[in-house]
C-alpha cells in the first residue's frame, strides 16, 4: 500500500504517477520569486543622487524667481492703476463739486511736477493756492508724469464751469510708471469738451 503522506511513494522510479505532481518539482511554484528575494538587501542603496538633487534644487529657483518677477510687476502696475483712478476720481469730484456751485466758488485739479518735491496733484477753489487746496494728493515712488503730457517743474490746472460742469479745456494726463530710470508702462486720463472724463 501506498504512503499518502510521502509524496516520494508515487514515483515509481524516475517516472511520475499520472495526475500528480510533487511540490518540490511544480514549475508553477519555481516561477514565482522566494520570500528572501523579496526582501530588501542590505547594502543595496535608494535615494536621490546629487546629480537629481541639483536639477530639482535649480528647477525650484527658475520657478521662484520668474514668480517674484511677475509679483513685482504687478506690484507696481496696481499701484499705477490705482493713481490714475485716483486723479479720475479727483477730477469728477471737481466736477460735480462746480456743477452744484458748492460754496459759490469755481473747482478744479491742479497738477504738478515738482522737482523738489513728489509729482502731486490736488483739489482746490479758485484761484489756486496753497490756502485754497482741499485735498492734496502725492503720486508713489515709481509713477510720474510723462514729460510729453507734464515736463519737469511744469504745472497745469483743469477746472470746471460752474453749474454746466464743463471743463476749462479739453485734456489728456498720461502717467507712467518708470523702474530704473525707464518707462515700462503707462496710462493717460482723457477729460473732454464734453466733461466725460474716461481713464
Do not use: C
Not at 495526475?19 to 542590505?42: H, I, K, N, Q
Amino acid at each position: 500500500m501506498r504512503d499518502f503522506f510521502n509524496p516520494k511513494s508515487f514515483l515509481k522510479g524516475n517516472r511520475r504517477v499520472a495526475g500528480f505532481t510533487p511540490l518540490e518539482s511544480s514549475p508553477r511554484l519555481a516561477a514565482e520569486p522566494r520570500v528572501r528575494d523579496l526582501m530588501p538587501r542590505a547594502n543595496s542603496l535608494t535615494g536621490f543622487t546629487i546629480i537629481e538633487t541639483i536639477i530639482v534644487i535649480a528647477i525650484i529657483a527658475i520657478i521662484a524667481v520668474v514668480s517674484l518677477f511677475n509679483l513685482v510687476w504687478y506690484k507696481n502696475r496696481a499701484e499705477l492703476d490705482s493713481a490714475v483712478r485716483q486723479v479720475s476720481a479727483l477730477l469728477r469730484e471737481a466736477q460735480s463739486r462746480s456743477a452744484v456751485y458748492e460754496s459759490g466758488k469755481t473747482w478744479g485739479v491742479h497738477f504738478e511736477n515738482a522737482t523738489a518735491t513728489a509729482p502731486f496733484y490736488a483739489l482746490f477753489y479758485s484761484p489756486y493756492s496753497s490756502s485754497t487746496v482741499v485735498k492734496y494728493y502725492a503720486f508713489p515712488n515709481l509713477v510720474k508724469y510723462a514729460t510729453s503730457s507734464l515736463g519737469i517743474g511744469s504745472s497745469t490746472e483743469i477746472t470746471f464751469t460752474p453749474l454746466s460742469g464743463l471743463p476749462s479745456a479739453s485734456t489728456s494726463l498720461v502717467f507712467v510708471l518708470s523702474v530704473g530710470g525707464s518707462v515700462t508702462t503707462s496710462s493717460a486720463v482723457v477729460v473732454s469738451g464734453s466733461g466725460l472724463i474716461r481713464y
